[in-house]
Nanobody
Framework: QVQLVESGGGLVQTGGSLRLSCSTSQSIFDIYLMGWYRQAPEKQRELVAT???????TYADSVKGRFTVFRNNAWDTIYLQMNSLKPEDTAVYSC??????WGPGIQVTVSS
């Protein structure tokens, strides 16, 4: 069974930075896309960023220029570097593999 585990969340002040990590037990040969999503209270889950096996990245307009998604060489861990954080970035962040498998999520709280 594929497992995804996020880490690195927490509480940060406006303008601060956090780096999230997501490790997967999935074989690297089976992964073609991984992504970060977030869900704020009483809001729908939204896509934050994706990274393909080939290294192509996409970002939500709301995080462009502030967030960076990247991966390790083994392609079993992806990261989300979040800079210039805003209170509206507060949410539970989850990683996803191939649009199928999900991590449990991790809380990110940005205080004003």
């Amino acid at each position: 069974q594929v497992q995804l585990v996020e880490s690195g969340g927490g509480l940060v002040q406006t303008g601060g930075s956090l780096r999230l990590s997501c490790s997967t037990s999935q074989s690297i040969f089976d992964i073609y896309l991984m992504g970060w999503y977030r869900q704020a209270p009483e809001k729908q889950r939204e896509l934050v960023a994706t990274i393909s096996k080939g290294g192509t990245t996409t970002y939500a307009d709301s995080v462009k220029g502030r967030f960076t998604v990247f991966r390790n060489n083994a392609w079993d861990t992806i990261y989300l570097q979040m800079n210039s954080l805003k209170p509206e970035d507060t949410a539970v962040y989850s990683c996803n593999s191939n649009y199928i498998f999900w991590g449990p999520g991790i809380q990110v709280t940005v205080s004003s």
